[in-house]
């Protein structure tokens, strides 16, 4: 069991390397953010009435074909580490400082109006 422990926090260690993640918030700029944020609406908007930071997603409003004309899939993932990276490095202190007390999660809101399996296999 301990073995399996360290085995998985090598292998995060490892891919957080491997993807620069520890830089990333420095060294990665995802130029076509705001095009991406016209195919794709997500964003955070202020904080619940808990105090953690509220994150919407607008799942069905997203046209994937056309996400892929303004974007790829890697510098998609890239832009998915630097964003947890910084909600982890800058949201949270922000949040716990408001509120006086630790936060340390987030309320995500994901709205599916219009959504449909058929979008996937984009």
Partial sequence: ??????????????????NKVDTIHLDFEFTEKD?????????YHKTDKSGRPLYIERLGGMNVPALWTV???ERMWQSYFQAFEHLFNFRYPA???????????????????????TMMNS
């Fill in 35 to 43: 095009k991406v944020a016209d195919i794709y609406p997500q964003f």
């Fill in 95 to 117: 949040a716990s400082a408001k509120a006086g007390r630790r936060i340390d999660t987030s309320l995500s809101i994901i709205d599916m109006t219009s959504f449909s399996a």
């Fill in 71 to 73: 974007t790829t899939e």
């Fill in 1 to 18: 069991m301990l073995a399996d422990v360290q085995l998985m926090w090598t292998n995060f260690i490892n891919w957080r390397k491997e």
